[in-house]
């Protein structure tokens, strides 16, 4: 009997070991739960019923591991003495449940708040001693 599909063969990096050989067409749920987090590459082989053969690598990322989150520096941030960081890390968990605590980041207030803040403050303040004054009247 001869194969009359095209075979695939799927790869990670360079490991000479394929972690499935499937006949195509095929919908695969491909798991990452076993990857570290970082860059790999997907190579795919494919064989036709003829023997000849075609390669695909596509390069992606792997983030299964825990999300962080800092606050106080940035990329390629100039530093010197003490500041404040802010970290926090958390997990997307089972996928199952959503577990609210730690899970979303506290962030510092921006500065156009206190600036409006300021300002509705001030202009709160001219308002209530002209009214109490009488003032321009």
Same mark, same amino acid.
Request: glycine share 8%; aromatic share 12%.
């Given at each position: 009997?001869?194969?009359?599909?095209?075979?695939?063969?799927?790869?990670?990096?360079?490991?000479?070991?394929?972690?499935?050989?499937?006949?195509?067409?095929?919908?695969?749920?491909?798991?990452?739960?076993?990857?570290?987090?970082?860059?790999?590459?997907?190579?795919?082989?494919?064989?036709?019923?003829? &023997?000849?053969?075609?390669?695909?690598?596509?390069?992606?990322?792997?983030? $299964?591991?825990? @999300?962080?989150? *800092? #606050? /106080?520096?940035?990329?390629?941030?100039?530093?010197? &003495?003490?500041?404040?960081?802010?970290?926090?890390?958390?997990?997307?968990? $089972?996928?199952? @449940?959503?577990? *609210? #605590? /730690?899970?979303?980041?506290?962030?510092?207030?921006?500065?156009?708040?206190?600036?409006?803040?300021?300002?509705?403050?001030?202009?709160?303040?001219?308002?209530?001693?002209?009214?109490?004054?009488?003032?321009?009247?």
């Amino acid at each position: 009997m001869t194969k009359d599909k095209t075979t695939v063969l799927l790869f990670i990096d360079e490991d000479p070991h394929p972690i499935a050989d499937l006949e195509t067409p095929i919908v695969f749920d491909f798991d990452t739960s076993k990857l570290t987090d970082g860059e790999h590459t997907l190579k795919i082989v494919s064989k036709s019923p003829k &023997g000849r053969e075609g390669i695909r690598k596509i390069k992606f990322t792997v983030k $299964n591991g825990p @999300s962080i989150s *800092i #606050e /106080g520096l940035k990329e390629n941030d100039v530093v010197d &003495g003490t500041f404040p960081l802010m970290i926090n890390a958390y997990d997307k968990g $089972n996928q199952k @449940s959503f577990i *609210i #605590e /730690g899970s979303e980041t506290p962030q510092t207030i921006p500065v156009w708040i206190w600036i409006i803040v300021i300002l509705f403050s001030g202009w709160g303040a001219y308002y209530l001693i002209t009214y109490f004054t009488g003032f321009p009247y």
